[in-house]
């Protein structure tokens, strides 16, 4: 998949379209183009999707009636490829050409636990430790660019997000023989210490924690959503900005959550909704962990995600791990209160609290005081707190610049 992010900046809802083609007309190509994301904040979003490559370049048009908008018409020299165009590269002019930065502080913290690896430790300790009947592990290995798996243990079935991923980027780039092992499950594995005996060995995981050593990835459902956008999926890091609900004066005033059972201080915020509906609206819309309680609590309707963005604050809970609705709901334009958690995902490092959301303790028990303390707000909280998440889910704050918000006393 190719796309191309062009920030529009026009006053009011005025028509504009985006004509997306090849620079040859010997090329005939298939590109979806669909409607220009608003963000409601005076800027739209482009985006497209290839279906095949162009070897000359793309004509990018942004045009108001027939005149062209700002520095339209945009080129792009080709070689242009499609997502699935077996195209790959060697590794270092692909990161220089897409800009990415030589140092990830996630990935240079999980691998401060591995100053070596002990490839034969590695191979001969995770199928014991890791790969039994309930385990939820795959060994990999890449040769030549081709990639080789082996399941270990009875739930593996996510290993098609792995295989994707991979699958993507061996399309892209020339990768380095090696092996390694995903943990598809929910928790994080490896939880000996660093300068412990034995020693740590290096597992990859979705989700991390404070207590252990797995070396984290963006999630499956991260990397599925942007691969299969424009296409297979609604929900994704784009189409959330251009989804949002009413403006912020029209939108409900209570804190909200839905979501299954899968922590109990998700009960617990369904107990409060109850004690205070004025300040929050909290439903189960599944029960599986705690079932007896479902009579009791009852049971909420399900609801499309870009409705939770007609609630001007939401409430972030661990589920089984980190809620990897997190990074979706940064990008919508309500205020975030997160709970407190030893969970972490890949772009955790770059958060601040007050400054990309709001904390609460992990019991909830000031979370109807946060409630009460962002209501008392006249103007929208979004433009000082709420987060949004750039292509390569990098965090900043809109007006944040201006505006340094203090906890309250």
Known sequence: ????????????????????????????????VPKPLDRNDGTFLMRYRMYET???GLKIEVLYGDKHVAQSPYILKGPVYHEYCECPEDPQAWQKTLSCPTREPQITKDFASFPSINLQQMLNEVPKRF????GAIVHYTILNNHIYRRSLGKYTDFKMFSDEILLSLTRKVLLPDLEFYVNLGDWPLEHRKVNGTPSPIPVISWCGSLDSRDVVLPTYDITHSMLEAMRGVTNDLLSIQGNTGPSWINKTERAFFRGRDSREERLQLVQLSKENPQLLDAGITGYFFFQ??????GKAKLMGFFDFFKYKYQVNVDGT?????YPYLMLGDS????????YYEHFYMALEPWKHYVPIKRNLSDLLEKVKWAKSFTPSPRLKFSGTISTHCNLCLPGSR??????PE
Do not use: C, W
Request: proline fraction near 8%; charge should be negative.
């Open 321 to 325: 791990v980190a809620a990897y609705r």
């Open 402 to 407: 201006n505006f340094v918000p203090q906890p």
């Open 335 to 342: 205020l975030v209160l997160k709970q407190d958690s030893p």
């Open 292 to 297: 007896e309680k479902e009579k009791e609590l």
């Open 1 to 32: 998949m190719v796309e191309l992010f062009i920030f529009l900046f026009l006053l009011g809802q005025t028509p504009f379209k985006v004509v997306v083609k090849s620079l040859s007309p010997k090329e005939l190509v298939r590109i979806h």
């Open 54 to 56: 162009v070897d000359e």
């Open 131 to 134: 790969g039994d009947e309930r």
